[in-house]
């Protein structure tokens, strides 16, 4: 099976030439040490690691799985050794503040080691990627003894994370949640419930597991305003922040699944656990849902990640199998046949991969300095510059992970299918990519939530289309300075177009929605593909004009990459963008193609 090799060509590409990376670590004050040589630095390290130590266990952790034997849940081999390395390399502390042991380099940071862990190895980073949504969650909604208690050990990776949301009878709506949570004498909880799907609940790879859970207090309101937040860790910390005494909560099982199969996902027992209350009582969903935005970038990677390795793989195997002769002639003369990337349908499905993988890190590295600024804002205490930074994240977030992960899942099928035969064939792994990505659209809210998220919420509640006003005016404007320019006047005539018809479709199924209330869940889906494209459109433009920048000036070492980068906007302009037109015709259509069947006629069985 061959290994993932980290794209650091790319990475800098975006980096310091497409988004200023440079100039925006200078402007933060967390920027301060990131400097384009300790970023450099970084990337090439971090992809070492994810080359030579997390990729070589992928397929051998899925291979074997984790166990649960006599209470104790253990992680593949190899597993533990590699988490010791991430831990010693001080990697889990990357973006965290230096008072608790962090680098204190900005969150985006944090975010390019994530693409890489993840492209490697989804299951292993998981593991630390958890812990990361505990950290956050502490730091912001923690007292200053929680803080001082579980931050250090935390950003050392010591001690692990884990979120505890779902149970049996509810994911999506956490209204329904019945763990409970009995206040003591000590000002402590007792938590009694059962939470399911948990990942990383228990393993091997850290002395203990602080686990933040969504409980109710005895006499709370019905629904998601009576729901509070604690702090539950496996074991309880002794006064010198050392492991002691036992908790009552445990794994009762492993749920067996379709992929991430290293990745420990356990139903975890809370027997009158003790808990600790984090934030105000009855707020624990608003704490939970506050660093949400960055998770959810998070966990778009999952659509960026596994679009890039099965490209990669694809993309080798393309070169090397040979099957027939190309159309317009051999191209391989003294072989037996052409190789398969000679054949324009391969190209076809190897151009989509690449598409998806560089216009969706494009899209992940533009939000990801939005994401530097709200953490800079809630760090500093301005409420004011984290909200605002907030919404424009929040506009973003769930068209880069409903999006992104559903592309992801196409990517990773077609990078099987240019194996023909053979990807469905274990030992290529590309069968396994497209079960580990499979999970991407579901958790961390479906992709069906995160088109009502956006639709529903973001754009019509809360902003009355103002969201879509405003970043299609960002669209505009840099259309509008492109088009006068030969190579990038038809992007830039395609994205007017398109904003003012983005605008368009939100005020019709606004006036749509007013009589009947059933069109914001109807045309959710293609709302949120829809945004998805034309997002990519405006950064895949972004790409191209800086390409076509540094090719017009020629003398460039690596002008095939450029032309490479202005062959793919080509592409995905031509033959993905045009998706999105189908995307608003459906969006638009009545809802009662979808209800005017009863739900008892929707088949006729036995
Ligand atoms: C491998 C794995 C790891 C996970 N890790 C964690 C974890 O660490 N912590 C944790 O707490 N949870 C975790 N989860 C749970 C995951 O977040 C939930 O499964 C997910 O949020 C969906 O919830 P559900 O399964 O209850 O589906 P449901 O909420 O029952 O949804 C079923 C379907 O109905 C749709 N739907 C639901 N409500 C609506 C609505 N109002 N309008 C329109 N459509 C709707 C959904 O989009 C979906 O298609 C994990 C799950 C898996 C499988």
């Known amino acids: 099976m061959p290994v993932y ?20 670590y200078e402007a933060l004050a967390s920027g301060g040490n990131a400097t384009p040589d300790i970023v450099d630095a970084i990337l090439t390290e971090c992809g070492r690691f994810c080359e030579e130590v997390l990729s070589p266990l992928y ?36 973006s965290a503040p230096e008072e608790f042991g962090g680098q204190g380099l900005p969150a985006s940071m944090g975010l390019l080691k994530q693409e890489m862990m ?24 923690g007292s200053a003894t929680q803080k001082h208690t579980y931050l250090t050990p935390l950003t050392e990776g010591r001690w692990g994370g884990t979120m505890c949301l779902t149970e049996p009878q509810c994911g999506t709506d956490l209204g329904q949640v019945k763990t409970r949570a009995e206040p003591q004498a000590d000002g402590s909880y007792r938590l009694t419930g059962t939470k399911i799907f948990i990942s990383s609940g228990d393993h091997d790879l850290t002395e203990n597991i602080v686990h933040i859970v969504l409980a109710r207090l005895p006499d709370a309101p019905k629904g998601t305003r009576g729901i509070s937040l604690f702090i539950v860790p496996k074991f309880l910390p002794t006064e010198e922040g050392g492991v002691g005494e036992r908790n009552a909560v445990t794994c009762g099982s492993l749920e067996k699944k379709m992929g991430i199969k290293a990745s ?29 935005n960055t998770a959810r970038i998070g966990t778009a990677i999952q659509g960026v990640g596994p679009a890039e390795l099965s490209y990669q793989w694809a993309l080798a195997y393309a070169r090397e199998r040979r099957s027939m002769r190309a159309l317009s002639g051999k191209k391989e003369p003294d ?18 991969q690449k598409a998806i993988a560089e216009g969706g890190r494009a899209m992940l590295y533009y939000a990801a300095r939005l994401a530097d600024h709200m953490v800079e804002g809630h760090t500093a205490g301005d409420q004011k510059k984290a909200e605002k930074y907030d ?5 973003l977030t769930p068209i880069l992970k409903g999006f992104l992960t559903e592309l992801g899942c196409e990517a990773a099928n077609l990078g099987m299918q240019v194996f023909g035969g053979h990807g469905y064939i274990r030992e290529h792994g590309m069968e396994q990519i497209v079960r580990d990505t499979r999970i991407a659209t579901l958790y961390e809210g479906t992709t069906g939530i995160q088109a009502l998220d956006l639709l529903g919420r973001k754009v019509l509640l809360m902003t009355q ?50 009589k009947d209330r059933d069109v914001v869940s109807a045309a959710a889906n293609d709302f949120l593909m829809y945004s998805g494209y034309v997002t990519m459109a405006y950064i895949w433009a972004r790409q191209a004009a800086v390409a076509a920048d540094r090719v017009r000036k020629g003398g460039e070492e690596s002008e095939a990459f450029y032309r490479a980068k202005l062959a793919t906007a080509e592409f995905y302009y031509e033959r993905l963008l045009p998706r999105a037109q189908a995307h608003a015709t459906s969006m638009l259509s009545p809802t009662e193609n979808l209800m005017q069947l009863d739900a008892e006629d929707m088949a006729f069985i036995g």
């Open 335 to 352: 072989q037996i046949a052409d190789a398969l990337i000679y054949h324009a349908d391969v190209r076809r499905m190897l151009l989509t």
């Open 264 to 292: 420990a996902t356990c139903v975890m027992n809370f027997d009158g656990a003790t808990g600790f209350l984090i934030g105000p009582e009855n707020e624990g969903l608003n704490c939970m849902f506050t660093f949400m």
């Open 5 to 24: 090799k980290a794209p650091l060509r790319d990475m800098k590409f975006l980096l310091n030439e497409v988004f200023d990376y440079p100039g925006h």
């Open 59 to 94: 397929q051998s952790g899925d291979d074997e799985g984790c166990k649960l034997e006599d209470g104790i849940v253990t992680t593949p081999r190899g597993y533990k050794e590699a988490y010791v390395q991430y831990a010693m390399g001080g990697w889990q502390g990357l």
């Open 118 to 141: 993840g492209t490697a190895n989804w299951s292993f980073s998981m593991y630390p990627g958890l812990s990361l949504g505990a950290m956050n969650t502490i730091f912001l909604h």
């Open 391 to 395: 919404d424009k994240l929040g506009f």
């Open 465 to 514: 289309g103002g969201a879509v006003r405003d970043f299609t005016l960002k669209i505009a404007n840099f259309a509008r300075k492109h088009l006068t320019d030969k190579r990038l006047r038809p992007y830039a005539v395609e994205l007017l177009k398109l904003s003012a018809q983005w605008n368009l479709l939100t005020v019709r199924v606004m006036l749509a929605a007013r």
